[in-house]
């Protein structure tokens, strides 16, 4: 399935039932175009009067899928919550003082985090049943903040060679051009502030993370590679890649995986020069010195 949002205020869902076929079929917009009212949940939070419909442009969204849960937010600086199985909206609120940029959920814990123009990331979380409660405010500048990415894996413990529980690190991207991460605390659950990533020239506007890399497209059509090393927050760019004539509004990145076998990543890009790249780049450990590594792009 598919969701899409645009400026027509409405979220579709999309069904593509065949993989070797891109012929689509809309099965559902949200908020239905007749008696939205009815489509109003009571739960939904009392800091919100507004109905289900965004008033401005919607701006992200973010699944979560063991709860069925489709967040959407919004330049009207709101927050709302959409059962996909009942079409409904069943919570709304104000989550900013300025229009919300982008929306993370941590699928393993239910954790929502929001960012926004104002300079904030706001950590939200389900209570009485589908009502949500803000958390935790974390800031680092005043700078906008434009997009946000979630990294989590499992560690393994020197000592016995077993898995540790996940390793949590949030990361934000800024109109100033830095990007901003966060590790979760084992023992507080709260996120604390690790440092800052430099290198675009202008403000970072989307990110990815996959496994312990980290993508960011900027407005100065670059895209840069960075890797975070195993139990430390250093960080390291590995590599710059400039193919873009304009700044590089969006991203995505998976592995890259044939017969089993994990040969490196696939990144698409996209980017207000009307082009859409992709492009595959394979991590390669050097044997003289695992800090290095080789990259064929």
Known sequence: ??????????????????????????????????????????????????PTNHKECVSCMAYCHPLGLLYTGSHDKTVKVWRV??????????????????????????CVFTCSSDGSIKLWRIVYGESHTLTMTLRSNPSPINALALSLHRSLDDDNNKNRDYCCFLYSGSSDGTINFWEKEKVSCRFGHGGFLQGHSYGVLC???????????????????WRRQE????????????GHRGPVRCLWACLEIDRAVVKGF??????LDQTLKVWRVRVLPDTVDDHHVWLDI
């Open 231 to 242: 139990g430390s927050c250093f960080h390291e760019c590995l590599v710059v890649l400039d």
């Open 85 to 110: 199985s009942t079409s409904q909206c069943v919570d709304s609120f104000v989550a900013h003082d300025d229009r919300v940029n982008s929306i993370v959920v941590n699928q393993h814990d239910g």
């Open 1 to 50: 399935m598919l969701f899409s949002a645009h400026k027509d205020l409405k979220i579709r869902v999309w069904n593509f039932s065949d993989p070797d076929d891109f012929r689509s079929k809309r099965v559902l917009t949200m908020p239905k175009r007749t008696s939205l009212s009815l489509f109003w949940s009571p739960r939904a939070s009392s800091s919100s009067k507004s």
């Open 266 to 271: 696939l990144v698409y890009s996209a980017s």
């Open 207 to 225: 990110l990815v993370s996959v496994h312990k890399l980290i993508f960011s497209g900027s407005e100065d059509t670059t895209i840069r590679v």
